[in-house]
């Protein structure tokens, strides 16, 4: 894996500001140079709350660069929707995957592992892992 094919993030929350605003806190959190691609697809394509498997969709493809794409969720049926477009199989890129973690710390260390280089696996891994923060 090198830097010009980085693993792609996408962010699906039921809220597109939520998103959104996660998406810029990794972005900031990642700074430095330049970061991997990272796409949020929030809410539904009027502007309400749910998940859209459309703007699921144009997310991946905005942001894969043929190295795969970790897709983080934030709850219910965000999960439901990216795992049957992942049953289906032709709406995400072919190395798109589900990635269990949490929402907010899982997509800031997703996306520092993307951006330092990580293939899709130290992805996965590094964001799994930021279930293992303990707060107190």
């Known amino acids: 894996m090198s830097i010009e094919a980085p693993v792609g993030i ?5 809220s ?11 972005q900031g959190l990642a700074g430095g140079g330049g970061t991997a691609p990272v796409a949020a697809a929030g809410g539904t394509p009027d502007g309400g709350l749910g998940t859209s498997s459309e703007l699921i969709a144009a997310a991946a493809a ?4 043929g190295a795969g794409v970790a897709i983080l969720v934030d709850l219910g049926s965000a999960v439901l929707t990216v795992k049957a477009m992942l049953a289906e199989g032709d709406e995400l890129p072919p190395e798109a995957r589900l990635v269990d973690a949490p929402f907010v710390e899982g997509a800031v260390a997703a996306l520092v592992t993307a951006s330092a280089g990580g293939d899709l696996d130290a992805v996965e891994a590094a964001a799994s892992e930021a279930y293992q923060y303990r707060k107190q």
């Not at 597109?16 to 990794?26: F, R």
């Open 10 to 14: 996408v962010l699906v929350s039921h």
């Open 16 to 26: 597109g500001p939520v998103a959104t605003a996660v998406a810029a806190l990794a």
């Open 62 to 65: 905005s942001v894969d660069r």
